[in-house]
């Protein structure tokens, strides 16, 4: 296995690991079926209240059509909110509902507990070096991004 092919499957294996955890202890199961992007939009709007549907798509990288699919779901779950705009009355904001918040801060939660626990393998000046490389990561994928949209 050649160090890029070695590379791609950790990624993948991290990825895998930060979406699906194997690990979810049993009051957190099936707190909503399970869903990437419902997932992320929770995350985003927990994290930026008031965003809007635009931003979410940017964010996430995904269509309008599917912003809009994965907001009416979480709207009709009850978890998020949609607010018209106070400075333009043709925009709308999302906000979590209370249901929304505690949802989204249990899976916060969840996720803060699965990265300690998997990162308890390093120590933290491993931990460190490897939070350098990462904003370094982070950095390069911006300006892609950037450069291309």
Known sequence: MTREEKLLDQIKTLMRIMLISERTPPEHRHVIKFNPLDFHTLGLVRRIPGVKASAVCAELGI??????SVIARLKSQGLIERRR????????ELHLSPEGQRVAGL???????????F????????????????DKVVDKVETIETASG
């Open 63 to 68: 269509a309008p059509t599917t912003a809009s």
């Open 107 to 117: 899976i916060h939660d969840q996720d803060m507990q699965n990265m300690r626990l």
């Open 119 to 134: 990162l308890s393998a390093l120590t933290d000046a491993q931990q460190s070096k490897m939070l350098e490389l990462l």
């Open 85 to 92: 705009c106070c400075f333009d009355r043709r925009a709308y």
